[in-house]
């Protein structure tokens, strides 16, 4: 069975894949996170596959639901049509069965679910967000899908971009670090960043405008924006009251405005502007 190890945010997850074919896939998607140390993994996933979903759909994240089947808050099932997972994240084991035409979103799917819950658990968080390393440290646009962070990206060739889509937050003693992540959308070319991490700079909720600036936040008003861009964590009850209260910590350890941008580079000037002002 291919075994493949990952190092993501610096978590080893291993991998063992029964599907050649998915492993070939696996492999060349997550070539830079690969590492071949020899380490004990963090967190071991079976990945199984079992065939072609009897409704046809190839998206997992249709319909996903997440339980804690647990009261040590160490415990998931995820379900979706053609993928189902069972994740122990105290015992850092997990098995996940695919049957769809299009495994590969499966296995991404379930990786982008199994590292939000690690980094929740480990004080961290995964957000919706495009990362850009510039020589003052990360600067994180967050939003849902359409708000421009791929744009965002684009219209940055000077910096050195970590993720378009997804990113890992982790403390650091009064600090915050942002990691690069695989999990850019599926269509993305350009990828030398990825593994780039850093101190975050600033935080920035993308608005599309006319005119570019930024907009201050309220303490309330930035915690609610970094909530709704928590996959995963957000959609549980269970850690609804937790995930407030770790969001309350970043938005007060780190600058969080809105950034109102049009489709050019301007908006660079107005983050160094802030820089200096800060």
Not at 235 to 257: D, F
Request: charged residues 20%; aromatic residues 6%.
């Amino acid at each position: 069975m291919p075994v493949i190890d990952l190092d993501l945010a610096g978590w080893r997850i291993r991998l063992d894949i029964e599907a050649p074919a998915l492993a070939r896939q696996a492999m060349d998607r997550y070539d830079a996170f690969i590492s071949a140390d020899d380490v004990s993994a963090f967190f071991t996933a079976r990945v199984e596959v079992a065939g072609r979903g009897v409704d046809g759909r190839t998206n997992p994240e249709m319909d996903l639901s997440l339980d804690q089947t647990s009261d040590t808050d160490s415990e998931y099932r995820l379900d979706a049509p053609g993928f189902r997972a069972h994740i122990e994240l105290a015992r850092g084991v997990g098995k996940l069965t695919l049957a769809s035409a299009a495994p590969l979103a499966g296995l991404e799917h379930f990786l982008r679910a199994l590292v939000a819950l690690l980094a929740f658990r480990e004080d961290g968080l995964l957000i919706h967000g495009a990362g850009l390393r510039s020589e003052d440290g990360v600067h994180l646009f967050i939003g849902q899908s359409g708000s421009g962070k791929s744009t965002v990206v684009a219209l940055s060739p000077d910096a050195v971009a970590l993720n378009d889509d997804l990113i890992v937050l982790r403390p650091q003693g009064q600090d915050w670090v942002a990691c690069g992540t695989p999990f850019w959308n599926m269509e993305a070319g350009h990828r030398e960043g990825q593994t780039t991490s850093g101190p975050l700079a600033g935080i920035y909720k993308l608005v599309q405008d006319r005119n570019v600036y930024l907009e201050r936040l309220s303490p309330a008003a930035a915690t609610a924006e970094l909530v709704a861009n928590c996959p995963v964590i957000n959609g549980s009850p269970a850690h609804l009251a937790a995930l407030i209260s770790r969001c309350r910590q970043l938005a007060s350890a780190v600058p969080t405005r809105r950034l109102h941008f049009r489709k050019d580079g301007s908006f660079w000037q107005v983050l160094e502007r802030q820089g200096a002002d800060l």
